[in-house]
Nanobody, 116 residues
Framework: QVRLVESGGGLVQPGGSLRLSCAAS????????MSWYRQAPGKQREMVAV???????TYADSVKGRFTISRDNGKSTVDLQMNSLKPEDTGVYYC??????????WGQGTQVTVSS
């Protein structure tokens, strides 16, 4: 089992920045991929960024060049640095991990609102 706790959401003006953090606990040694997803009101949950054990990253086209995902293996944390935020980035952001045996775990989510 892996438990995930997100933090760092909030209200920010367009063009601003936020940093989300996700702390994993439990059987963290089995984690092979850590991701951030988001869900806007009335829309499906979508992948924002993924980082795998080797350090390779993948981003949604909508956030490329603005968001950066990073992982601290020693602390079992994954961060999402979000710059140049737009109103369309508003939503609930979820941390997600996949283990070596393909178990998936989700955090409880943290609200990000981009508005003037």
């Amino acid at each position: 089992q892996v438990r995930l706790v997100e933090s760092g959401g909030g209200l920010v003006q367009p063009g601003g920045s936020l940093r989300l953090s996700c702390a994993a606990s439990g059987t963290t040694g089995s984690i092979v991929a850590m991701s951030w997803y988001r869900q806007a009101p009335g829309k499906q949950r979508e992948m924002v960024a993924v980082i795998i054990s080797g350090g390779s990253t993948t981003y949604a086209d909508s956030v490329k060049g603005r968001f950066t995902i990073s992982r601290d293996n020693g602390k079992s944390t994954v961060d999402l640095q979000m710059n140049s935020l737009k109103p369309e980035d508003t939503g609930v952001y979820y941390c997600n991990v996949r283990t070596v045996v393909w178990n998936i775990f989700w955090g409880q989510g943290t609200q990000v609102t981009v508005s003037s």
